[in-house]
């Protein structure tokens, strides 16, 4: 597997530091854009790093943590080859993938225990995308 791209800010640093160790057992490579502790920080200025990277091809997929998710996905989504796919189980992530080819995951760290966010990564990362009317889809999303 290419490397995945990494991003939170400090509400989700301690979780993004959880799922680098998720990473390390399966030897998959990572890049990480930050944020680098849990001190107070804005989720766009590590949101928008690593959207520019998945959609330069720099890293083939990402992870996003904020503390509900949400506004670190919305960061993400306003860049036109993203599709961040909000995801506090596997179920959900397995979805985004499958019927929507997310290419960046966002977890909720508040939210979230560590259990559900292992399967909800391992769902994200191993699910592939099924095309077919779904492709449809994705190609009325940008405007």
């Known amino acids: 597997m290419k490397t995945i791209g ?3 800010d400090h509400a989700g640093y301690e979780l993004k530091e959880f799922v680098k160790q998720i990473l390390d057992k399966k030897g998959i490579p990572y890049k990480d854009y930050g944020a680098q502790s849990t ?3 804005d989720y766009p200025d590590f949101a928008h790093p690593l959207a520019f990277a998945v959609e330069k091809g ?5 992870i ?7 506004g670190i996905a919305m960061t993400l989504n306003k860049h036109m080859g993203i599709r961040a796919g909000l ?4 179920e959900i992530a397995k979805l985004c993938r ?5 290419n960046i995951l966002v977890m909720p760290g508040r939210f979230i225990s560590k259990e559900e966010a292992e399967k909800t990564v391992e769902a994200f990362l191993n699910t592939e995308f099924e095309g077919g ?5 994705i190609d009325k999303i940008p405007f």
């Open 64 to 70: 996003a943590v904020c503390g509900t998710g949400n």
């Open 6 to 8: 990494l991003s939170s």
């Open 87 to 90: 995801s506090w189980n596997a």
């Open 39 to 41: 001190e107070s920080s």
């Open 58 to 62: 720099e890293v083939e997929k990402g």
């Open 133 to 137: 009317r779904h492709q449809r889809r």
């Open 98 to 102: 499958a019927h929507n080819d997310a």
